[in-house]
T-cell receptor, first 111, second 113 residues
Framework: GDSVTQTEGQVALSEEDFLTIHCNYS??????LFWYVQYPGEGPQFLFRASRDKEKGSSRGFEATYDKGTTSFHLRKASVQESDSAVYYCALGDWGRALIFGTGTTVSVSP | DTTVKQNPRYKLARVGKPVNLICSQTMNHDTMYWYQKKPNQAPKLLLFYYDKILNREADTFEKFQSSRPNNSFCSLYIGSAGLEYSAMYLC????????????FGHGTKLSVL
């Protein structure tokens, strides 16, 4: 079945560091790819989506590019802030099916 | 208003007892979902309603039931809780099923003792 793999379980950074979270997917169809962010005590929130190869999604300084060739959708941010500390989930959605999530990456940013 | 509400926020249950979790949304979304989240695991889809049609995942088919009495409300029912049901339960909604962003509630943390 379809699946999403996030390589990093936890990432510790200092403010203004560059963030990369790796996301790779496996799907039989041509899925849409998503990033969600979850802050403590809240449910996951939609960050952005990309639906086709080479499309870039972005929001709040975060970005990721759909790469069908490498089946990847890596999340990047050039300069993180303490307020970016959260859990980040990569997800895929295919026709007629609910979203499938990765295991999440906990990002901790220290001042 | 883009709110999905879940009640209660924390739930304590005894092994063998039933559990009923409630979710509501005011966005008139056609689809409502229940995910189960355990530590160090991905959120796992349990079931979803598209309008009045219930779709349950094959591996959790017999463990969870649900009802949707109207467009705004959806419940998740466990007939006899076991220790393995301890988890965060996340409710979400969306307009359609495919490729749509989900709006999540803050979750209900269920502890089974």
């Amino acid at each position: 079945g379809d699946s999403v793999t996030q390589t990093e379980g936890q990432v510790a950074l200092s403010e203004e560091d560059f963030l990369t979270i790796h996301c790779n997917y496996s799907a039989s169809g041509y899925p849409a790819l998503f990033w969600y962010v979850q802050y403590p005590g809240e449910g996951p929130q939609f960050l952005f989506r990309a639906s086709r190869d080479k499309e870039k999604g972005s929001s709040r300084g975060f970005e990721a590019t759909y790469d069908k060739g490498t089946t990847s959708f890596h999340l990047r941010k050039a300069s993180v802030q303490e307020s970016d500390s959260a859990v980040y989930y990569c997800a895929l959605g295919d026709w007629g099916r609910a979203l499938i999530f990765g295991t999440g990456t906990t990002v901790s940013v220290s001042p | 208003d883009t709110t999905v509400k879940q009640n209660p926020r924390y739930k304590l249950a005894r092994v063998g007892k039933p559990v009923n979790l409630i979710c509501s949304q005011t966005m008139n979304h056609d689809t409502m979902y229940w995910y189960q989240k355990k530590p160090n695991q991905a959120p796992k889809l349990l079931l979803f309603y598209y309008d009045k049609i219930l779709n349950r995942e094959a591996d959790t088919f017999e463990k969870f039931q649900s009802s949707r009495p109207n467009n705004s409300f959806c419940s998740l029912y466990i007939g006899s809780a076991g220790l393995e049901y301890s988890a965060m339960y996340l409710c979400a909604s969306s307009r359609e099923i495919q490729n749509e962003r989900l709006f999540f509630g803050h979750g209900t943390k269920l502890s089974v003792l």
